[in-house]
């Protein structure tokens, strides 16, 4: 009898560490909000519409290919690609799946796959905010075999209100309904907050090399690194065997330029266009065009010429930027 309470006992244990190991949904959103709230203001892709697939793909990172892979959205090898592989049973027995170095990776990599394949260039006509008919069009471009994917979709996003996420100022909106939920006396104070929660998409660069203590990382099919303290063009160009005066040209700087710690410094030439299916940027905080030409991975020349503006312009909030 003892035994046999033991091995009860024993058991309830074992369940109850797998019960607190399983992520919730709202865990999930929590844990990877920023991230599609960052590639929403980048691509146009709706923050809704990524954590929806993401909740939905990978059970709100549960599942076992998740788990072992960091592949958070079903995304299967094809030809074209070149990284890590896994096999898993899917519409097949082993069928060839993605599998990354962190979910981060796995995130930009899912904004990449629909901002590059053709067969998604219809959903960019639709509004960041308008997740039904992008819902829609994921399904009917055949990003999934189920008949009801973009149902399920749908049902997420309201049954989360995910779609606050796609709002201005998301975060802090999706935040402060859940609050609301939650404790009414707290959903007041955050409303009075004066805080202004700001993306830093610093935050979720994913490297794909590194060279002599530096991370490499890729935008618009282009490299670059992250200036550390106390790095000049000089150095840099030394330790990327690049003429400080060919990367002051490639970074669109005036000889004398100096560098500040976390400036971004591309290591070739940037394109002259976005070679993805983004058409343009609207500005959630004001900049410059320097600052977007070196965050989209564009020639400073080529982005001024395209909006018929000025190289050293300021840019107020709301401004929408051409970006091909």
């Known amino acids: 009898m003892k035994k046999g309470l033991i091995i009860l006992s024993l058991l309830f244990v074992a369940v109850s560490a797998m019960a607190k190991e399983r992520q919730t949904r709202e865990e999930y959103v929590e844990r990877y909000k920023a991230i599609a709230i960052a590639h929403m203001e980048r691509y146009g892709i709706p923050a809704s519409i990524t954590m929806a697939q993401g909740i939905l793909e990978s059970d709100s990172g549960n599942s076992h290919l998740s788990r072992t892979s960091n592949n958070h959205f079903g995304i299967k090898c094809k030809k074209s690609w070149k990284g890590d592989k896994v096999y898993h049973d899917d519409d097949a027995k082993g069928e060839c799946f993605r599998a990354y170095p962190s979910v981060e990776a796995s995130y930009q990599d899912h ?152 400036a971004i410094v591309y290591i070739e030439p940037k394109k002259s266009h976005w070679q993805g299916n983004m058409m343009q940027h609207k500005l959630v905080r004001e900049s410059t065009l320097y600052d977007l030409s070196q965050s989209y991975g564009i020639k400073l020349k080529s982005l001024a010429k395209m909006n018929k503006l000025s190289v050293d312009e300021k840019l107020k909030k709301g401004y929408i930027i051409r970006l091909k």
């Open 111 to 262: 904004a990449d796959f629909l901002d590059q394949s053709p067969r998604y260039d219809s959903l960019f006509a639709y509004p960041s905010d308008d997740y039904r008919r992008w819902a829609r069009g994921l399904k009917a471009a055949g990003y999934a075999t189920a008949p009801d994917y973009a149902e399920r979709l749908v049902k997420i996003i309201e049954s989360m209100k995910l779609y606050l996420l796609d709002k201005e100022n998301g975060s802090k909106i999706y935040s402060a309904a859940k609050s609301a939920t939650e404790n009414t006396e707290k959903w007041w104070e955050s409303n009075t907050a004066t805080s202004d929660e700001q993306i830093n998409p610093n935050a979720f660069r994913v490297t794909v090399n590194a060279h002599n203590g530096y991370g490499v990382y890729r935008t618009n099919h282009t490299f670059y690194i992250v200036a550390k303290e106390g790095d000049t063009y000089e150095s840099l160009g030394a330790i990327f065997d690049i003429s400080p005066k060919m990367l002051r040209k490639i970074n669109d700087v005036a000889k004398g330029a100096t560098l500040s710690k976390g």
